[in-house]
């Protein structure tokens, strides 16, 4: 469903994108884990054409992305980036109204679908009871819901998601992890998202996708990537890694770093 073949970015001499092969199946989710500063987040930005590739294609549903007109591909896939303005004066009604953007006609009105869909991106987020608040008097873990009802009002294909659990307590992360699963599981919306938290991107995803400087290291489910080679060489830690009901889980023990120190 979404390809990406031989692709390099440099973004300047210190940080590049090196020959990513990324292959994204219908109905997976798949989280990028690594590193800060490996090009996790850049991957996602280039998948959605917020920056170009200095080489190579991305091929989204059997087509080249760099072809294709920019309301065909919001139609197809909807990105989340990690950090959104919460400071809009906007209800959360009227900001998951902006995911009809490129559904809209000629004279960008609303139709009844459009509203029956914002409804819909609404029930399924559980905002139902908040549609007339203001964003600014949301909590935190409520405000995310409400971009993710906006992306999913577009009715995308792939949902991306950069970070979607950053600076949300325990409570929240769990909350919007098990909204990410719903959305695939009920109405088999491709997931890619970037994880900081390993162990949920373990629990969560089907694929796990390593990178480090620039270069896809892993690439596997959770129980083969989870280990201590991938630990040590990626994160330059040692491990205790046990599994729960099929899902490997780990623990970090010690830095390398001070092995070798």
């Known amino acids: 469903m979404l390809l990406t073949k031989d692709v390099t970015f440099e973004h300047s001499f210190s940080f590049q994108l090196d020959a990513i092969e990324l292959h994204i199946q219908k109905g997976e989710i798949v989280s990028l884990i690594g590193p800060n500063g490996s090009g996790k ?38 990105m989340l980036p990690q950090m959104q303005d919460h400071q809009l004066d906007l209800t959360v009604e009227e900001l998951v109204e902006y995911g009809r953007y490129p559904h809209r006609g000629a004279y960008g009105k609303l139709t009844k679908e459009d509203e029956e869909i914002v409804h819909w991106a609404m029930e399924v987020t559980r905002l139902m009871p908040y549609k007339n608040r203001m964003l600014q008097s949301l909590s935190g873990g409520e405000r995310q819901r409400a971009w993710i009802a906006m992306a999913v009002a577009q009715r995308p294909k792939i ?15 769990l909350d919007v992890m098990e909204l990410v699963k719903e959305l695939n599981a009920q109405f088999g919306m491709t997931v890619v998202m970037v994880l900081h938290d390993i162990n949920q991107a373990a629990r969560y995803s089907d694929r796990l996708i390593v990178l480090k400087r620039g270069k896809v290291q892993y690439d596997g489910i959770p129980q083969c990537v989870l280990c201590q080679e991938m630990f040590q060489s990626i994160f330059e830690i040692d491990a205790d890694i046990h599994e729960e009901n099929g899902t490997p889980f780990f623990t970090p023990i010690r830095s390398r770093k001070e092995v070798y120190a």
Not at 159 to 173: G, K
């Open 41 to 78: 987040s850049t991957v996602l930005r280039l998948i959605s054409r917020l920056i170009t590739p200095k080489s190579g294609e991305i091929i989204l549903d059997g087509e080249m992305i760099r072809s294709m007109k920019s309301v065909e591909v919001a139609k197809k896939l909807a």
């Open 159 to 173: 949902l991306l998601l950069d970070e979607p659990t950053t600076f949300l307590d325990i409570s929240h992360q």
